[in-house]
RNA sequence: GCUGGGGUGGCUGAAUGGUUCAGGCGGUGGGCUGCAGACUCACUCUAUAUGGGUUCAAUUCCCAUCCCCAGCUCCA
């Protein structure tokens, strides 16, 4: 099945096709790093996660770059470099800032079981590619010096804008910036910024001392490691403008080929309780925080459940639904495991030859929904409706044909871990250690005995307590199971 | 101001020029259970912002109006 992308550059769903038959190379932006990791970088790369699965699961090789920005991006007010102006704040080391936020980027990601890039390169790694660059973008005459700032001269250009679909003369007139006096023109971006003398990160360069710009950074790293055209550019819907436009323009202006990029993804923006996410207002999410409350599978779920392109709103309510939800997939994935044990190696009846049927066709309804742009919530549905089907059948059969279910089985899992769902590990049936689980079990076999007697009163309150201490116990048609809550 | 995206049931969120508008969450009732849980079935009243138009037929296409959001400045 055709695998199709909605574009950012033509604004369309295109067919996606790979510049080298199944290799695809992606590059997503990364953070900076001189904060916590919020909410909004857990959406954004939670969706570029399950896109790397997804074209995993269609046979694709991924070879996933996603940059670190450890200089050069400067805050609005006073044009400071925002990790610099943290550093000072603290009274540290600015690369010691950046140490400490990266290491825990990763852990909160790593919590989030979304699979780290095959690279991540640093900013501050490639000064030498970013000077070579800029030098060689002055010669050519798409930049200039000034002062010892250099910036990218937009005019050169005549399709400057194409990504963002920005009309150049109206977008000055509502905007507020104030417009560097080196500049010749008020839509020229900077490529190198001249260092003030207390600045402390800062590097020599032709033009003086000082640091690159935000935009050279990823076209330079992506340049290097995927070459001067590659498959997928990704990031988050802010990024379009200017970001991705300046990479485009850069890139293109060194290398002289077009498109730098094939095809452009954009995730939408998070919001909080129907607010926009921002420190001002309070509401500032950091992954970690939202990990102590929720699983890394229902913030997962909850992510999936919007159309990565859609604004997406982050309220209790809805984690708690996908809490609830997500439990009802494992019940499912636990009771085939469960019907395994049971299997029977013999022909597969009728009721068995249609429900194997009616589970693939849901698979494909699962495929075809994903090859649609990543419809997540369209997949999601399919595996919910997979899930009663399963539940249905197992409700009915004692014993079920081990081909069938074994197939079945591996269908609705592969399909979860093509999410990112499923990554816990079976529920452990021990509480650790012999003689625990010895105990265990004793309690649990004479509550059996006082029930085969009656005594529910006793029985009942024996379950009770050991749902105070975290163990579930269920009683069921096959018997009695039970589970670490 | 300019550019772009939207307004679907109690909440959320897909889809579609045409038999009953998916799925999840929540609620109510039933089944199964000694009970509980899990699972399952049914229901959740006229659910597609408003007003026009095109059409045999529109929630879907077109126009207008209202409202919301984003980008244009750092942001994932």
Request: net charge negative; with cysteine.
């Amino acid at each position: 099945m055709v695998l199709r992308v909605f574009n950012t550059m033509s604004g369309k769903m295109e067919e996606f096709k790979p510049l080298q038959d199944k290799h695809v190379g992606l590059y997503v932006c990364g953070p900076t790093v001189y904060d916590w990791a919020h909410l909004g970088h857990a959406r954004t790369y939670i969706a570029f996660d399950v896109i790397v699965r997804w074209l995993e699961f269609k046979g694709y090789s991924v070879f996933y770059v996603q940059n670190i920005t450890d200089v050069g991006h400067l805050t609005t007010d006073t044009a400071e470099d925002k990790i610099v102006k943290r550093a000072i704040e603290r009274k540290v080391e600015p690369m010691q800032l950046v140490e400490v936020y990266m290491r825990e980027y990763f852990k909160d990601l790593d919590a989030l079981d979304v699979k780290r890039p095959d690279i991540s390169p640093r900013a501050t790694g490639h000064l030498l590619e970013m000077i070579e660059a800029i030098q060689s973008l002055i010669q050519k005459g798409y930049a200039y010096e000034v002062n010892g700032n250099v910036f990218f001269d937009v005019s050169k250009l005549d399709d400057y804008g194409k990504l963002s679909k920005i009309k150049l003369d109206a977008m000055l007139e509502g905007s507020r910036f104030e417009v560097h006096q080196d500049k010749k023109n008020a839509r020229d971006f900077a490529l190198w910024k001249r260092a003030a003398p207390e600045t402390v990160l800062k590097w020599w360069s032709p033009w003086g001392t000082g640091f690159p710009g935000w935009h050279i950074e990823c076209a330079i790293m992506g340049l290097k490691y995927l070459g001067s055209q590659f498959d997928i550019h990704g990031g988050a819907r802010d990024l379009i403008f200017p970001h991705h436009e300046n990479e485009i323009a850069q890139s293109e202006a060194m290398t002289g080929k077009k498109p730098f990029v094939k095809y452009w993804l954009h995730t939408g923006f998070l919001k909080i309780n129907g607010e926009k996410m921002a420190k001002s207002l309070g509401n500032y999410i950091t992954v970690r925080e939202a990990l102590k409350k929720y699983s890394a599978e229902a913030i997962r779920l909850f992510v999936l459940s919007t159309h990565y392109r859609s604004e997406i709103d982050f309220t209790d309510e809805r984690l708690k639904g996908a809490e609830t939800s997500l439990k009802r997939l494992y019940n499912t994935l636990e009771s085939l495991e469960d019907t395994k044990k049971v299997s029977a190696k013999r022909e597969p009846n009728e009721v068995e030859q249609k429900f194997g049927e009616n589970v693939e066709k849901l698979r494909g309804e699962f495929v075809k929904a994903m090859d649609e742009d990543f419809n997540t919530p369209q997949a999601l549905a399919a595996l919910f409706e997979l899930s009663k089907e399963i539940n249905r059948f197992l409700d009915e059969q004692k014993q079920v044909n081990a081909e069938i279910l074994e197939k079945v089985y591996d269908s609705f899992s592969e399909l979860g871990k093509a999410l990112g769902l499923f990554q816990q590990e079976k529920t452990e049936k021990k509480v650790g250690g012999k003689i625990a689980d010895d105990l265990v079990q004793l309690l649990f076999d004479l509550r059996e005995e006082l029930r085969k007697k009656g005594d529910y009163g006793l029985s009942d309150e024996i379950r009770a307590r050991m749902k105070e201490l975290g163990l579930v116990i269920e009683d069921t048609a096959e018997g009695p199971k039970w589970k670490l809550a």
